[in-house]
């Protein structure tokens, strides 16, 4: 959707050689607008009045249907909300010198008289506020940007004829409610959680996150003077007058609650937190979360207006705000900025929503804009006018002057009658037009400050968007107090509906939860805290606790998942950890898992540590007591894991054999015969299998007696042993232990892993067993999690996914962690390099929530975007290819290096501590694809976990390692020659230093 340049006024009949701007005919331009009558009044437009104090107007207020939204929800009937609206109506004003009355700079006393619900009333106006609900756009493909356009854009014109006011401002992020969430949420925290608490808190504090608000107000009009005068007299006039109110007030909220806006009435705490940004423009505000009333009188108002001072020199650029109602008194310097000219915006296809757009600049910027939704005939009406103007000008330059008018008259000539023909033919909604005056609020703490933020909004906007400072710096900030006046109508813009819609107030990051663990910070055009829960979707959302990690080597992926399982192994959750390259090992050797942590090495564990028998558990009873027949589930269990024992034995005994007899049809039938043969209980081993196939005398050359001698053979190498049980137990790893560890991590240090590109007929013994025991590992860490009590939370990690799941109890592994992770309580986190491999077809509906960073090949990239839920060949491939960029290279001098080279091009640790993801949490949302949105994982704020987890092979290490050896052997020879000439007296020698 691309919207059109701003329309330009026509020229000035007393001007020569008018200059103007160009008018592009596109349906979604701006209006064409005479910037002569710019400094004039409307007649439908308030402007401020710097005479219209006065006492006696106080009581001519509109508030008889005030109490109409409260009454109505508590039961009272017409007679209750005539009552109250006539007391309302006819009390006494304020004494002297209340704080309601408290002047402004210019003596002139605040419109606000008293809020009901989320109606505010001024003794002229009553405007109902609505909270719109956050809305995703950094993800959003082409199309369904501009279905969101197109639904804000039909819902803004059914309010014509109406005026409709925005505020948009933030709210700082709850820090300290989330804190209090995620320590409530943990199942066992202690002082490790408790300090990683702490630091994160401190980290969100310096980047000031907030949340955007976006409030949207409803002029519904004033009470005629007869009217006012008879509903004092004769109580059903009132009756009839409060069911009119209230039959609009349901339609508004029906037509606010639409697809487009989501925005629901301003109640309690949320119109409380309107009044107070108004009220303490560009100024930190408290967050209380005490009660708050349904109606505010005008004595109520004064915990606002008495806690703020608004201040201002003659034709000065920024106007100065005290405000107490923070955590302690301070001072800003506000500028506001009106948007001028627009330009053509290609909205959504290469611009952000053009409100939304400040959110890129690292320091908050509020918005208040008050439209006018024109009807059909204001708009032809205006039209005709400005098309007789033109006509005027075009004499003018011929009749004279004698020239030839400039192209640009006839251009908006042209325009003119578009617009004119689109209301006179068919009024649609999406032609709409609207007339607005658009303000920007920037603040600082000193006046320069205020001005350098001001001029950097201006640059941000440039050059699609005209931003101007005017001079009236205090009437213009005014306009952000609800019920307060226009202050000019200078630069007022007449746009189409569709780019009003087009601002989309409301987009910003949402991604997360607000209970889980920190992981970082949202990297697009806006930056939020990202807070996610592992097992919010077993638990809450009766999704699958599978948690896919998808990257390139090199793409961050060992961060994350370290950062998730520490984090959450510090709630005290436990964890099975299986790690094959054994890297997230030295997750043990961090002070907060001392003594709770394990590290076990399978190549180096005891005979039958991975007996494919043992590896699968014995279904229990109490798994079924929720199911429809107990008694059958548990036997249909037990069924299952003897054929899932059998398939994990085949698919560890083929390994066994030459690629060429694994490939033979008539070997594999015998070896499944066999296993089918042998037994399949928990106990069972593949010795079993060997005794079924172990030949009779004088039988040497069937299939069997090949398979039996091949197996035997295998049975006596030393990582066959692994699977391989002795024939009197099970020789298993997972026997039970007085005290789980809540850490336990396995690893594979020394397993050969085959070469992608080299044939399975030229791999070793070694390599061709890689394949199974990886497998094995996987089924072997992943059996921990079906001891102990079935409600408490589990958490299972699985790297290097693919090698895995190549063969397929491998698959089927993942399958049953994911399927049995809502029973069971378990949160899965799999991470591989490629995930077309891991889940194959169907596997987004197999995840539960997805983190994918930087992929580069074709083929990846559009896997990983199935993971994602998002559509391929729309453009996602290129971020996807562009996250986590490799940082500059700095150069370093030679003297920390052995060697000729003078210098070692080394990249930056500061950009290698950042890596960046697109991350799906899962959590239902617009077409139950949740939150989605690129992030930035966060670190560095814990120096020892980024230590633990850093992989990158770094030279200075092992040239540090180097020259502490040669020192340590230069004091050995030195202690040696001194011991030589004590004769041998005993000292202390470098050897036992080092």
Not at 924 to 949: C, D, F, M, S, Y
């Amino acid at each position: 959707m691309t919207t059109s340049p701003s329309d330009p006024s026509p020229a000035d009949p007393q001007e020569a050689t008018p200059q103007l701007p160009s008018l592009a005919a596109d349906r979604t331009g701006e209006d064409v607008q005479p910037e002569s009558t710019l400094d004039q009044p409307h007649d439908d437009v308030e402007v401020a009045d710097q005479n219209e104090a006065g006492a006696a107007q106080h009581r001519l207020r509109d508030l008889l249907a005030a109490p109409t939204t409260a009454a109505r929800r508590t039961g009272d009937g017409a007679r209750a909300l005539t009552t109250r609206a006539l007391t309302l109506a006819t009390q006494r004003p304020p004494r002297a010198g209340h704080a309601a009355e408290t002047a402004r700079q210019d003596g002139t006393p605040w419109a606000l008289e008293s809020v009901v619900n989320h109606l505010t009333f001024t003794k002229q106006r009553m405007i109902a506020w609505y909270l719109a609900d956050p809305q995703q756009w950094s993800f959003r493909p082409t199309a369904e940007g501009e279905q969101l356009i197109e639904a804000n854009a039909g819902q803004l014109a059914e309010l014509v004829g109406s005026t409709v006011f925005i505020r948009r401002t933030s709210r700082p992020w709850p820090m300290s409610a989330w804190a209090k969430a995620s320590w409530r949420n943990s199942p066992d925290p202690g002082a490790a959680y408790a300090e990683i608490l702490k630091r994160d808190q401190r980290l969100l504090q310096s980047q000031q996150q907030a949340d955007t608000l976006t409030y949207y107000g409803v002029d519904l009009g004033t009470r005629p003077p007869l009217t006012r005068v008879l509903a004092k007299v004769h109580e059903a006039v009132a009756d009839r007058e409060m069911r009119a109110l209230q039959a609009r007030l349901d339609h508004l909220d029906a037509i606010m609650a639409g697809d487009g806006l989501s925005a629901r009435p301003a109640l309690g705490a949320d119109m409380a937190w309107l009044l107070a940004r108004s009220f303490a423009l560009g100024c930190p505000v408290r967050h209380d979360r005490e009660v708050t009333p349904a109606e505010w009188t005008r004595e109520d108002l004064a915990k606002f207006i008495d806690g703020v001072d608004w201040s201002a020199e003659p034709l000065a650029p920024t106007i100065t705000i005290t405000s107490t109602l923070g955590d302690q008194p301070v001072t800003r310097h506000v500028v506001t900025l009106t948007v001028g000219q627009m330009q053509e915006l290609a909205i959504p296809e290469g611009y952000d929503p053009w409100m939304a757009r400040v959110d890129r600049l690292p320091f908050p910027v509020e918005w208040t804009a008050r439209i006018d939704v024109r009807t059909p005939e204001q708009t032809s009406k205006e039209m005709e006018k400005l098309s007789d103007r033109i006509d005027a000008q075009v004499n003018h330059y011929q009749q004279d002057h004698g020239k030839r008018p400039p192209k640009q008259l006839a251009r908006q000539f042209h325009r003119t009658g578009e617009v004119e023909d689109e209301m006179r033919t068919g009024f649609d909604g999406l032609s709409t037009r609207t007339r607005g005056w658009y303000r920007l609020h920037v603040s600082g703490r000193t006046e320069e400050e205020a001005l350098k933020r001001a001029e950097a909004v201006r640059n941000l906007y440039k050059p699609n968007i005209n931003i101007e400072q005017e001079l009236g710096q205090y009437q213009l900030a005014r306009e952000a107090v609800p019920g307060e006046p226009l202050a000019n109508t200078g630069h007022t813009r007449r746009l189409p509906v569709l780019k009003v819609a087009a601002a989309v107030p409301a987009a910003t990051a949402e991604v997360g939860d607000k209970r889980g663990v920190l992981i970082g910070e949202t990297a697009g055009f806006v930056s939020r805290a990202v807070v996610h829960d592992l097992w919010l979707g077993p638990e809450v959302l009766d999704q699958s606790g599978l948690c896919l990690i998808a990257a390139a080597p090199g793409g961050g992926k060992s961060n994350l998942m370290g950062l998730l399982i520490a984090k959450t192994c510090a709630q005290g959750v436990p964890w099975t950890v299986m790690d094959p390259s054994g890297r997230l090992g030295q997750l043990c050797a961090l002070p907060w898992f001392r003594g709770i942590s394990k590290q076990i090495n399978l190549l180096r564990s005891e005979a039958g540590s991975l007996n494919p028998y043992a590896l699968v558990p014995e279904p229990k009873r109490e798994w079924f007591t929720d199911e429809d027949d107990p008694e059958k589930s548990y036997r249909d269990a037990v069924t299952a894991a003897q054929m899932t024992r059998r398939d994990l034995t085949f698919d560890t005994l083929r390994w066994c054999l030459d690629p060429s007899q694994a490939r033979d049809g008539e070997m594999r039938t015998a070896l499944r015969d066999a296993i089918g043969k042998a037994p399949a209980t928990i106990h069972s081993s593949a010795h079993g299998v060997l005794e079924v196939l172990r030949p009779r005398k004088g039988v040497y050359k069937t299939s069997g007696a090949v398979l039996f001698r091949r197996l035997e053979e295998a049975s006596q190498r030393e990582l066959a042993r692994l699977f391989f049980a002795p024939p009197e137990g099970t020789g298993s790893t997972h026997s039970e232990e007085t005290q789980q560890p809540r850490l336990k991590v396995y690893n594979l240090k020394g397993l050969v892993q085959p070469e992608e590109q080299k044939e399975q007929d030229d791999w070793s013994f070694e390599e061709l067993l890689s394949r199974p025991i990886m497998n094995l590992a996987a089924w072997s860490s992943a059996s921990d999690l079906y001891r102990g009590d079935i409600h408490s939370r589990k958490g299972f990690s699985l790297d290097e996914a693919h090698e895995v799941t190549k063969v397929g109890t491998g698959k089927a592994l993942v399958g049953k962690v994911q399927t049995d992770s809502r029973k069971f309580d378990i949160a899965a986190l799999v991470a591989t390099q490629n995930p077309s491999r891991l889940l194959g077809e169907g596997a987004a509906n197999l995840v539960g929530s997805a983190f994918v960073g930087r992929t580069l090949d074709l083929d990846e990239q559009r896997d990983a975007l199935k993971m994602l839920r998002l559509p391929a060949g729309v453009g996602y491939e290129a971020i996807l290819g562009g996250l986590s960029p490799k940082s500059s290279r700095t150069r370093r001098p030679a003297d920390d290096f052995e060697g000729e080279n003078e210098w070692l091009n080394r990249s930056t640790p500061a950009a290698a501590n950042y890596k960046e993801f697109i991350f799906a949490d899962g959590m239902g949302g617009e077409n139950g694809q949740g939150g989605i949105e690129k992030i930035r994982v966060l670190l560095t704020h814990h120096p020892e976990l980024l230590q633990a987890l850093d992989t990158r092979s770094d030279p200075t290490r092992a040239a540090a390692a180097r020259r502490r050896a040669a020192q340590d052997r230069e004091t050995i020879d030195l202690t040696k020659a001194e011991e030589s000439a004590a004769g041998g007296a005993s000292l202390t020698t470098g050897e036992e230093t080092w």
